[in-house]
């Protein structure tokens, strides 16, 4: 309880430092509207459940650390103190891959949380042929599922992944044989909770009659809802966690990019069609609206994108990735931002109407999805 407590200060006083600390929000929005808050996050502990894992609401992503957007590699000591200045904030839930770098993101992770390890849990993926040499393959057989998670296990010098995904989805391994192979390693010790990205309804359902599954991880953000029609039903009726992945639109969503703004070659958004130049203008109402949302909650775009993953269910964790400390404080300050069952559907009433531009993914990202 002490812990929670000074934590929860420290929260605040990062955020008044930001300039983003909010006048108790829930009582601003309870004055001006009758219809009930929609805070789904347990007013105990502060945390959400992902299956049986408890979290913080916010997570962190640790992929940009590692060049995947904008100016390269950023430096380990960097790095290490924005993760330390995570878990101060309050957030205990990190995402990491073995592809991340590859190997470098776990690498930068293990370092910074060595002091408060096992307060913490490690979400780490496997599913790409990173030890073949072939980093954009896919390969879930068996023995390389187990080949990574002992790298995986060594890198983040630790004992167990609490949370161990399938990266993706591989047509020739039957999903059974890859829960089988989890399920042995859970009973092993070596993993505790089991995780999917990017999977089908069907085979959500089919891993987990072999191995229970904690969370699912996909893209969802403001821009991007598949999701919601294609597997919350099923996640809902098994009680599986979801872990939307590009919550702030790899940018875009926070207001930060403009439409004049263009991305080059190693960059990842340089092949996505959404950050494409006619796509980035036409795409600027959404921007717009966003903001004037920002302004009626006296917050910022990012976290209106933010507040609204959480909205939806209680059982939702976004893991904005982030190598800024102001960034990473304004992202926690979502959990500041409240929806209304009322405000929730006139933001999707209107949100629904803005006509959006270009595919969230490129052809060969889109065809290693399970559909
Ligand atoms: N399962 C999968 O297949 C999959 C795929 C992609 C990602 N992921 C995971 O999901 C995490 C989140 O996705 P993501 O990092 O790709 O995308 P994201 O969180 O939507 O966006 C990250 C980008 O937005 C910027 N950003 C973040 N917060 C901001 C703010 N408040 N204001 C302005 N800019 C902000 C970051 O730049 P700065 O560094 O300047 O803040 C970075 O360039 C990843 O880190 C990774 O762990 C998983």
């Not at 959400?48 to 380990?76: A, D």
């Not at 080949?147 to 609490?162: H, M, N, P, Q, Y």
């Not at 959990?335 to 959006?356: A, G, P, Q, R, Y």
């Amino acid at each position: 309880m002490e812990d929670l407590s000074r934590r929860k200060f420290l929260q605040q006083t990062a955020l008044a430092g930001a300039g983003l600390m909010f006048t108790n929000p829930v009582t601003i929005f309870s004055q001006i509207n009758n219809s009930p808050i929609m805070n789904n996050t347990d007013k105990n502990t502060g945390k959400r459940k992902l299956g049986t894992l408890e979290v913080s609401p916010v997570g962190l992503g640790c992929l940009p650390m590692v060049g995947y957007y904008g100016s390269g590699v950023r430096e380990k000591k960097a790095m290490v103190e924005l993760i330390r200045s995570a878990y101060e904030q309050g957030v205990t839930f990190f995402d990491t891959a073995e592809v991340y770098g590859p190997y470098l993101s776990e690498e930068y992770l293990s370092e910074a949380v060595t002091p408060f390890r096992d307060k913490i849990v490690i979400a780490t993926k496997f599913g790409f042929g990173v030890e073949e040499k072939q980093p954009t393959a896919l390969n879930s057989e068996p023995k390389h599922i187990r080949r990574a998670v002992e790298g995986s296990l060594k890198r983040l010098k630790t004992d167990r992944i609490d949370l161990l995904y399938q990266h993706r989805v591989d047509q020739k391994i039957p999903i059974e044989d890859v829960a089988g192979t989890v399920k042995d390693l859970i009973q092993e010790g070596k993993v505790l909770h089991f995780g999917l990205s990017e999977a089908s309804a069907n085979s959500i359902r089919k891993a987990h009659a072999v191995q229970p599954v904690s969370a699912v991880q996909s893209e969802y953000a403001v821009w991007w809802r598949e999701p919601e029609t294609k597997i919350f039903s099923t996640l809902e009726e098994l009680g599986i966690g979801f872990v939307p992945y590009c919550p702030v639109g790899r940018g875009f969503l926070t207001g930060d990019i403009n439409a004049q703004q263009r991305f080059l070659k190693p960059e990842r958004r340089s092949t996505l069609p959404r950050f494409e130049p006619e796509a980035l203008k036409q795409n600027e109402p959404l921007i717009n609206f966003l903001r004037s949302w920002a302004e009626r909650k006296n917050a910022s775009p990012a976290q209106v994108a933010l507040a609204w993953t959480l909205a939806q269910k209680s059982w939702i964790v976004p893991i904005p990735g982030t190598t800024q400390y102001h960034h990473l404080s304004e992202n926690n300050g979502a959990i500041n931002v409240s929806f209304s069952s009322t405000e929730l559907n006139e933001f999707n009433s209107e949100v629904s109407k803005i006509k959006l531009l270009g595919h969230r993914a490129d052809a060969f990202t889109e065809s290693q999805i399970d559909k």
